[in-house]
């Protein structure tokens, strides 16, 4: 089991041949967290533990500052590195978003981001009263986020997703067993608002955490808007919504839907 950081220490990861950073433990991922630059590229070699009881005070609670942000058109710092788990674990994460649209592991993953091979757990914590683009990887992505597991609970006011809260990127072979909550509308098992136009928007992805929102809740996303794709996915978690609310999509505008079951 993963020594829980100590809530103070930071320590540079080593890098390997090509400056990729090595990260093993909880010093060394909040090192990175505090320092990364946003093309920064790294690889847990470990299993880490942050909070090593998620039960205490969320004021108790060490938190993960989100990487990257988005804002507005006008202001945005997007993360275009590559995040990889490497098939490992980052437990007792607690998100805590910086601004009002980022409460993520990454606020905004860029079109050149890629998250990967990575399961968190935890919870997802909004800071401001209508916190929009909450999830547990990355709040807004145009980039890559495959073989991804979410067990972190996550809360928001829109835009609230297991995997990623918006995405005009690829969501490939994901799944999430969190429980999501939106206060307000688009609320999904994988993606609050799926913006993508791609031909594998999302793809052989499932949902079994139970998703909630005033409208727009869906299994899979909460809202489908943009003409993309979703393929082979399933859902097994509880819906609920005052409004529009479906199995798989809370609203299906424009795009196709295939080999999907609830």
């Not at 819906?239 to 479906?246: A, D, F, H, M």
Request: negative net charge.
């Amino acid at each position: 089991k993963a020594t829980a950081w100590d809530g103070k220490t930071l320590s540079k990861p080593a890098t390997d041949k090509d400056g990729i950073y090595l990260i093993g433990n909880g010093e060394e991922l909040m090192w990175f967290d505090a320092n990364a630059k946003m093309t920064d590229n790294a690889r847990l070699i470990a299993d880490i533990t942050i909070n090593e009881d998620m039960r205490l005070e969320e004021s108790d609670l060490y938190k993960w500052t989100p990487i990257g942000s988005y804002i507005n058109y006008n202001s945005q710092t997007p993360y275009q590195g590559t995040f990889d788990g490497n098939g490992h674990r980052i437990s007792g994460l607690c998100i805590k978003g910086k601004d009002k649209n980022n409460a993520a592991m990454f606020g905004f993953l860029g079109a050149e981001g890629v998250i990967k091979d990575l399961t968190i757990d935890g919870k997802i914590i909004t800071t401001y009263a209508r916190n929009n683009y909450a999830a547990g990887f990355a709040g807004t992505s145009k980039g890559s986020i495959r073989n991804c597991i979410n067990y972190a609970s996550v809360s928001g006011a829109e835009r609230v997703g297991g995997i990623a809260g918006s995405s005009e990127g690829t969501i490939e072979n994901c799944a999430n067993y969190g429980t999501i909550t939106a206060s307000g509308t688009r609320a999904g098992g994988i993606v609050g608002n799926l913006q993508s136009d791609g031909s594998e928007a999302v793809k052989s992805c499932f949902n079994a955490g139970s998703v909630t929102a005033s409208s727009f809740a869906g299994g899979i996303a909460g809202d489908h808007y943009n003409g993309g794709q979703i393929a082979n996915v399933y859902n097994i978690g509880e819906v609920s919504s005052q409004g529009y609310s479906g199995g798989l999509l809370g609203n299906f505008r424009s795009g196709t839907l295939t080999a999907a079951y609830n």
